[in-house]
C-alpha cells in the first residue's frame, strides 16, 4: 500500500507498562495490521510472543521525545491495548508514525478492514450468516403482531425517520397521520415505537427521542401517540414516561426548544427522570479511569480512591438502576414504559437493553444477546461509527461540528451486562469472553454488523452483500463462550433478574481493562477452565471421541500451553498465561 | 440426547429445592431446621434464617414443600441439640434488634454451646442460631429504662454485633438471661469446660489422624543425605512452643542445636519446613535471634545457618526473610531481639518484608468492621474501605510469600523466614509460600496437614489470639493473624479457580470453627498443652466434620495442577475483600444466586462423565486393539488432554 513507508524495522523494544521489563523484536507493519513479534533467542521455552495490532483499534499514536535507547512511540487502542515500543532509529519511528496516522484515519469507507477481510467463504455462506438474526422473528417471539400492536410500513423508505430502521411496530390504534405528527414533533423525527413486549402482561417497552416541546409547544398527534400506546395495555391505566437524562440537562434542552414531556399536556402519563449522565461526561470519566489504572506505581489507597473518584461505577449504577426501574414497572406493575434521553439512540439503547435483559431469560443466551444487540443497538441505530471510530465525523452535524462523538456507551452496556453475571453466575449462557470478543469487534471493522450509524447507511453501503457478520463467526464458535455455570432451570425460576445495586457489587472490570497486560493477567483463568468444562460435556458424544484422534489433536493444540506446563519443568507457570489473549 | 437429558434432570431437582427459599422466610427457616434434623454432622454457625447466607449455607435439599402446620409445629421446638447439648436458660418475651429488619420479639433458649433465638410476634418466624464462642463481649446498654427494659449489646468475633431487650425482671433475685449467657459464652473465666470437651460425636473419619509429622516430612522426602529428624525436642525441653518432630541440617548434632536455641528467642531455632524435591532449596523457620543492644553474636548460630545453605547444594547464598519493617526490627534490639546483621552471617542478604504486628491488624479488622457492619455507606465505600489498610496488609502478607516462593522456586535458594517470635507472621508467610510452591497443600487434606503443621504443631497461639471462652475482650494479644492467612488464601483461590480442591464454603467453615469452641482442633497454644490436656482424646477434630463430607467442600473446577508453582499476581488489582466472609451477615450483600448447590452439580456432574470417559476409552482402546496396528498409537494419546481435565 502506497501509504507505507517502511514495512519492517528491526530492534525495536516493547516496555512492559507496569514494570521495567522489556522485550525486543521486529515491527512489521502490514496494510491491515501493526504486528510485533518477539525475537526468539532470549528464551525457547516459549514460543515468541506476537503482538497483532488492527489499524482500526488504534485510538492514537504519540512520538515521544527522543532518549538515549531510541525513539519511544506510544499507540493507544480502543480495546484498551497500551504499547510502548522503542524504535532505535528516529527516522523508522517517523515512518511508522506517520504511515499509521495515515492509515488510522480512513478516508473511504472502501478502505475498512470488513470490505478486504475474507473468511473464505462463498456467498451462500455469507448470506445464511447475515440470516442467523431475524428480528422479525424476535418480535414474533415476542408475540408481536398481536390484537394490539402492528406493524407499520410508514418507514419502509426511510421517510419518517431515517436513523430509524424500516420494519417498526406500533399501537393499532396509532394511524399514519398520528405517526407522521408524532415523528414531526420528536428530535431527529424519532417517534415512539415498539422495542420490547412483555407478553404476560402485555406490558410494552417503547422508545423515542425528547420531544420538541420548547417552554410550552404542544403536539396533539405526539399526545395521541402515547394515549395510543396507554391504551393497548389494559393492565394498566396509565404509561411510564422515563427520561433517562438529569433533570438539569432536560431543562437545559428546552432553551434549544427541545426538553421533555409535560404531565398536564398528555393525559394517563406517569414523568420520571433517571439521571444517566451525558456521552461527555461518561468519556471523561473513562478517561479518568484508564488513568488511574495506568498509573505504574499505584497504591492501594490511590487505587481505591481513584477508582471512586472517577465516578465509572457509579455511573454504571445509575445505568442498571435505570434499568431495574423500567423491569419492575413492566413486570410488576405490568406498566407500559416509554424511554427516552435526547436523540434516543445512546441511554435510551442502554436502558431499553438492559432493561430486557434482565426480564427475559431468552436475551441471556448466547443467541439471545446477539438479537438484543442486534435489535436495540444496531437496527434502533446508535452511531457505532461515530461513537467507537472518529472517521466519518463529518457527516455528523451535531455540536456545531464538533467530532467528540466518540463515547463509551456501547462499553458502558457491555460491562452493565458483566457486572450482572458477576451477581448472577448462573442465570447467563455466555461468560466474559462473549462480551469481551463482542467489545473486541465493536472496534475492529473487521465485520459488517457495527459499520455505520443506521440501518440505513448500511444499506447504501450494501454491507450484507460486501462484508461478513460478526455473529456469524460468534455461532461457529460458541463453545469458546459458554459458561459453566449456566442453569436453565435458574432461568426457568428466575425469569426476571433484581440486582442489587450496592457499591460492592460494582466492581472493576479487571478483564476487560487490563485485557492485554500480561503482566496484569491472573495466572489462571476461569476461561480456561470453562473450555475444559465444556471439553467435559463434548466427551459424552460417542461418535466423535471413538472416531480418533483429529479433533482431540486441534484440542490438544489449544490448550497446548496448558499440557506443555504440565510436562515440562515446574517453573514454567507462565505458560498457563491464555496466550491466545494477546 | 444424553446431555440435554441430564441437564433437565438437574434442572427440576434445582426448581423445586429453590421453592423453599424463594417463598418466604417461614418455609426457609423450616427447610433450615429439616436440615439439621437430618444432617448427620451438626452446623455449628447458622446465621440469621433472613441472612441465611444462601451462598455458604447447605440448606437446600430437594424437601417437599412444608404446610403451613408443619411450619407451626416447626418453630414451637427446640434447636435441635448436639450430643451432650443441654439447655441451661429459657427466657419470653425477649426482643431481638436487627439491624436489618428491625425488632422482633420472640424467645431466647441459652444451652452450654448456643445461643437460640426465635422470633413469635411475625408471621415469618425468624431464627437466630449461633454458638457461644463467637461471643467476644456481652456489655448491658444502659440502665433500667422508662420502660423497665434492659438492653444488652452482644460483639462477636465473626464481624457482627448483635441486641437485645428484654423487660425488667420483677424478681430481682432471678438473674437475666444474658448473665446465664455470660457464664456459658466464657466458660473459661467462670471455670466452666469448654463445649468440645463434652461433645462426643462420633464420625466416620478421624481428623486426628490427617496429620502425621513423619510422614509428612517423608513425603517431602526427609531424612535425606543433609537433613535429619532430630527427637531433641522430644519432651518440649529446647523449646516448648516447637513440636517434638523437627527436622534439621544433618551434620548438626543435638547438642549445638540447644545452643542456636538458646540465641534464639523462646528457643524456637531455625528448623525445616519445606524442601523442594528438585533442587533441594529449603523454607526454614524461627524467631528472631537474641542480637540486643550491643549486637551479641552465636557461632552455633552462624554455623548453623551455613549448614542450612550448605544442605543446597544448588546455591551459595542464603536469604534471611525478617518480615517486620526493618523499623520495628531495630527497635526490638532494645528488648534483646534484633536480626541478623549480615557481617556476622557471611552469604546471606536480610529481607525486611514490612508486614505491620498483631497489633496493627487487630485495629485494621476493627475498622473494617465498622464499615461493613451493620450499614454500609453506599457513596464512599471504597474511600472508607480504603482507610481500613485491610487489603494493604493482605497485599503485604501475599507479596513477601511470593518473594519467598520466588527465591525459592527461580532462586533455588535456601530461605530462613522468621518475624519477632516466629509464630505469627512467619507461619502466614511459610504456609502461604507452600501453598504456593506444593500443589499437595493445594487438596483438601494437604491443606489440612498445612494447617495441622505450620499453624498448629508450631504453636500459633490459638488461645491467646482468639481468646476461646476468655472474657478479657480487650487483651492485647488477640489479633486475626489467622484470619489474615484464609483471606490469603482466598485471594489465592481468585486467581487460580482451578488450582485447589477446596471451595470459599470450605475456608469459611474453618474460620467458622475456629470461633465456635465445638471441635478441639484450634484450642490451646502449642502442641505441648494439647497433648497436656489431652485434646485428641477428649475432643473431636473439626477435620472429622470436613472429611465425613468432603462433597460440600470440593471446588468443581479443581484440576489436577499438582506439578505447578502457583505465582499469584500481587497487585491491588486483583485484591478485593472477602465479601462471602466479611459482609455475609448483611442480607442485601447476600449474593443473589446460591452458587454452592451449583457447584454440587457439577461435581456429579463432572463424576458422570468421567465415568463414560473411562467407558469410552476402554472402548476405544478395544477397537484400536481389534482394528490393527494403524492407528494403535493415536487413539490412546488424543485421549490423554481430554483425561487430563475433566
Known amino acids: ?47 515468541a510472543q506476537e503482538i497483532w495490532i488492527l489499524h482500526h483499534h488504534i485510538a492514537s499514536v504519540e512520538k515521544l521525545s527522543l532518549t538515549t535507547t531510541g525513539c519511544p512511540l506510544v499507540i493507544q487502542c480502543r480495546n484498551f491495548r497500551l504499547v510502548h515500543f522503542v524504535v532505535q532509529r528516529e527516522r523508522d519511528c517517523h515512518d511508522i508514525y506517520s504511515s499509521l496516522l495515515r492509515l488510522l484515519r480512513p478516508v473511504s469507507y472502501q478502505e475498512l478492514y470488513a470490505f478486504s477481510y475474507n473468511p473464505k467463504q462463498n456467498d451462500q455462506q455469507r448470506e445464511e450468516g447475515w440470516q442467523i438474526i431475524d428480528l422479525g422473528a424476535e418480535f414474533e417471539r415476542m408475540g408481536v403482531p398481536c390484537d394490539q400492536w402492528q406493524l407499520t410500513n410508514v418507514n419502509r423508505d426511510y421517510k419518517v425517520c431515517e436513523t430509524y430502521p424500516r420494519d417498526l411496530y406500533v399501537p393499532i390504534t396509532a394511524s399514519k397521520p398520528i405517526i407522521v405528527g408524532s415523528s414531526k414533533f420528536r428530535s431527529k423525527g424519532r417517534f415512539p415505537v415498539l422495542t420490547y413486549f412483555y407478553q404476560e402482561k402485555k406490558a410494552a417497552v417503547c422508545r423515542c427521542s425528547q420531544p420538541l416541546s420548547g417552554f410550552s409547544a404542544r403536539c396533539l398527534e405526539d399526545e395521541s401517540m402515547l394515549q395510543a400506546i396507554s391504551k393497548a395495555n389494559h393492565n394498566s391505566r396509565f404509561v411510564y414516561v422515563m427520561d433517562t437524562r438529569p433533570k438539569l440537562n432536560a431543562l437545559a434542552n428546552r432553551a434549544a426548544g427541545k426538553g421533555y414531556e409535560n404531565e398536564d399536556n398528555y393525559s394517563n402519563i406517569r414523568f420520571q427522570f433517571v439521571g444517566i449522565e451525558n456521552i461527555h461526561v461518561m468519556r471523561t470519566s473513562l478517561q479518568k479511569l484508564l488513568e488511574v489504572i495506568g498509573t505504574r506505581s499505584l497504591s492501594m489507597s490511590d487505587h481505591l480512591v481513584g477508582l471512586e473518584s472517577c465516578g465509572w461505577l457509579r455511573h454504571i449504577k445509575a445505568v442498571i438502576d435505570a434499568a431495574i426501574f423500567l423491569s419492575k414497572a413492566v413486570t410488576v406493575e ?38 438484543l444487540i442486534e435489535k436495540d443497538w444496531i437496527s434502533f441505530g446508535h452511531k457505532f461509527a461515530d461513537s ?17 462523538e466518540v463515547s463509551p456507551i456501547f462499553t458502558q452496556f457491555l460491562e452493565g451486562v458483566w457486572q450482572l453475571t458477576e451477581q448472577f453466575p448462573q442465570a447467563f449462557e455466555f461468560s466474559e469472553w462473549f462480551l469481551l470478543q463482542i467489545h473486541e469487534h465493536v472496534h475492529s471493522c473487521q465485520y459488517g454488523n457495527f459499520l455505520g450509524n443506521n440501518q440505513r447507511q448500511r444499506e447504501d453501503l ?23 455455570f449456566y442453569s436453565l432451570a435458574y432461568s426457568e425460576t428466575h425469569p426476571v433478574l433484581e440486582p442489587s445495586t450496592l457499591p460492592y457489587h460494582f466492581k472493576f472490570w479487571r478483564n476487560m481493562y487490563h485485557q492485554f497486560d500480561r503482566s496484569m493477567h491472573p495466572r489462571q483463568s476461569i476461561l480456561k477452565t470453562e473450555e475444559v468444562g465444556e471439553e467435559a460435556t463434548e466427551s459424552t458424544d460417542t461418535e466423535r471421541k471413538v472416531e480418533g484422534s483429529s479433533g482431540s489433536e486441534s484440542r490438544k493444540q489449544s490448550y497446548g500451553d496448558v499440557c506443555v506446563a504440565r510436562g515440562s519443568c515446574r517453573s514454567v507457570c507462565d505458560n498457563l498465561l491464555f496466550t491466545q489473549w494477546s | 440426547m444424553e446431555k440435554s437429558g441430564s441437564v433437565d434432570s438437574l434442572g427440576s431437582k434445582r426448581s423445586s429445592s429453590r421453592q423453599p427459599s424463594v417463598d418466604s422466610l417461614s418455609s426457609t427457616s423450616t427447610s433450615r431446621s429439616d436440615r439439621s434434623a437430618q444432617a448427620k454432622p451438626p452446623f455449628a454457625m447458622s446465621s440469621d434464617s433472613v441472612a441465611a447466607s444462601a451462598e455458604l449455607s447447605p440448606e437446600f435439599r430437594v424437601k417437599p414443600k412444608p404446610t403451613a402446620k408443619q411450619v407451626l409445629r416447626d418453630s414451637d421446638k427446640e434447636p435441635q441439640l448436639l450430643p451432650n447439648e443441654t439447655v441451661q436458660d429459657y427466657a419470653q418475651d425477649v426482643t431481638y434488634f436487627c439491624p436489618f429488619i428491625g425488632a422482633l420479639r420472640g424467645t431466647v433458649i441459652v444451652t452450654n454451646y448456643r445461643l437460640f433465638f426465635r422470633s413469635m410476634d411475625r408471621e415469618l418466624p425468624f431464627v437466630l442460631d449461633m454458638p457461644l464462642g463467637v461471643v467476644s463481649r456481652v456489655e448491658k446498654i444502659g440502665s433500667a ?21 428484654h423487660k425488667q425482671m420483677e424478681d430481682t433475685l432471678r438473674k437475666s438471661i444474658f448473665e446465664v449467657l455470660v457464664k456459658f459464652a466464657f466458660p473459661v473465666s467462670n471455670g466452666l469446660q469448654i463445649f468440645a470437651f463434652e461433645y462426643g460425636q462420633v464420625f466416620p473419619e478421624n481428623g486426628w489422624k490427617v496429620y502425621d509429622a513423619l510422614s509428612e516430612y517423608k513425603r517431602q522426602g526427609i531424612p535425606n543425605e543433609s537433613w535429619r529428624i532430630t527427637k531433641v525436642n522430644d519432651h518440649y525441653e529446647v523449646c516448648d512452643t516447637y513440636p517434638s518432630t523437627l527436622a534439621v541440617p544433618v551434620n548438626i548434632p543435638d547438642e549445638e542445636l540447644k545452643r542456636v536455641a538458646a540465641f534464639r528467642a523462646k528457643g524456637r531455632m531455625p528448623v525445616l519446613s519445606w524442601i523442594h524435591p528438585e533442587s533441594q532449596a529449603t523454607v526454614t523457620r524461627c524467631s528472631q535471634p537474641m542480637v540486643g ?45 534484633g536480626y541478623e546483621s549480615e557481617d556476622a552471617y557471611q552469604n546471606a542478604e536480610l529481607v525486611f518484608l514490612d508486614i505491620h504486628n498483631i497489633h496493627v491488624m487487630r485495629e485494621s479488622l476493627r475498622k473494617l468492621k465498622d464499615v461493613v457492619y451493620p450499614n454500609i455507606e453506599d457513596s464512599h465505600w471504597l474511600s472508607n474501605l480504603e482507610s481500613t489498610h485491610w487489603l494493604e496488609h493482605i497485599k503485604l502478607i501475599l507479596a513477601g510469600a511470593l518473594r519467598i516462593a520466588d527465591k525459592v522456586e527461580s532462586g533455588k535458594t535456601s530461605v530462613v523466614v522468621h518475624c519477632s517470635d516466629g509464630w505469627d507472621r512467619t507461619g502466614q508467610l511459610t504456609s502461604l509460600a507452600m501453598l504456593m510452591l506444593d500443589g499437595y497443600y493445594r487438596t483438601i487434606y494437604g491443606f489440612e496437614v498445612l494447617l495441622e503443621k505450620e499453624w498448629l504443631s508450631f504453636g500459633h497461639r490459638f488461645q491467646l489470639r482468639i481468646g476461646h471462652g476468655d472474657k478479657n475482650h480487650t487483651d492485647a494479644d488477640r489479633s486475626p493473624v489467622f484470619i489474615q492467612f484464609i483471606d490469603c488464601v482466598w485471594q489465592l483461590t481468585r486467581q487460580f479457580p482451578a488450582a485447589f480442591e477446596f471451595n470459599e464454603y470450605f475456608l469459611v467453615t474453618i474460620l467458622d470453627h475456629l470461633y465456635s469452641c465445638l471441635f478441639g482442633t484450634f484450642l490451646c497454644n502449642s502442641e505441648q498443652q494439647r497433648l497436656k490436656e489431652e485434646i485428641p482424646k477428649r475432643t473431636v477434630s473439626v477435620w472429622s466434620y470436613i472429611n465425613s463430607q468432603l462433597e460440600e467442600f470440593t471446588n468443581p473446577l479443581y484440576v489436577n495442577y499438582s506439578n505447578h508453582v502457583l505465582f499469584p499476581v500481587v497487585s491491588l488489582r486483583h485484591l478485593e475483600l472477602w465479601v462471602g466472609y466479611y459482609i455475609r451477615w448483611n442480607p442485601r450483600m447476600r449474593p443473589q444466586e446460591p452458587v454452592h448447590q451449583r457447584h454440587k452439580e457439577l461435581l456429579a456432574k463432572r463424576a458422570e462423565l468421567q465415568k463414560r470417559v473411562d467407558e469410552l476409552q476402554r472402548e476405544v482402546t478395544n477397537r484400536s486393539a481389534s482394528s490393527l496396528s494403524e492407528h494403535a498409537g493415536s487413539p490412546t494419546r488424543s485421549i490423554t488432554p481430554v483425561q487430563t481435565f475433566v
Not at chain 1, 389 to 402: A, K, N, P, V
Not at chain 2, 311 to 333: G, M, T
Open chain 1, 388 to 404: 467507537v471510530y472518529t472517521i466519518y465525523s463529518t457527516w455528523c452535524d451535531q455540536l456545531d461540528g464538533d467530532p467528540k
Open chain 2, 145 to 165: 429504662s422508662n420502660r423497665g427494659d434492659v438492653s444488652y449489646g452482644l460483639v462477636c468475633k465473626d464481624i457482627r454485633n448483635l441486641r437485645f431487650a
Open chain 1, 334 to 371: 405490568g406498566a407500559s414504559v416509554l424511554v427516552h434521553c435526547s436523540d434516543g439512540w445512546d441511554r435510551t439503547s442502554q436502558v431499553c437493553s438492559l432493561g430486557a435483559l434482565l426480564m427475559d431469560p431468552y436475551y441471556r443466551t448466547i443467541k439471545g444477546f446477539m438479537v
Open chain 1, 462 to 484: 450494501r454491507m450484507r452483500e460486501r462484508t461478513h457478520s460478526l455473529w456469524a463467526y460468534l455461532m461457529s464458535e460458541k463453545q469458546n463462550y459458554l459458561n459453566p
Open chain 1, 1 to 47: 500500500m502506497e501509504h507505507i513507508r517502511t514495512p519492517k524495522v528491526e530492534q525495536v523494544r516493547l516496555l512492559d507498562r507496569f514494570s521495567n521489563k522489556f522485550t525486543n523484536g521486529t515491527l512489521y507493519l502490514t496494510a491491515t495490521h501493526l504486528i510485533f513479534v518477539e525475537s526468539s533467542s532470549n528464551n525457547s521455552t516459549s514460543a
Open chain 2, 293 to 337: 543492644v550491643n549486637g551479641k553474636r552465636s557461632k552455633e548460630d552462624e554455623k548453623y545457618l551455613q549448614a542450612i545453605m550448605d544442605a543446597n547444594a544448588q546455591s551459595h547464598k542464603l536469604f534471611i526473610f525478617d518480615a517486620r519493617p526493618s523499623v520495628n526490627a531495630a527497635a526490638n534490639k532494645m528488648k534483646g531481639g
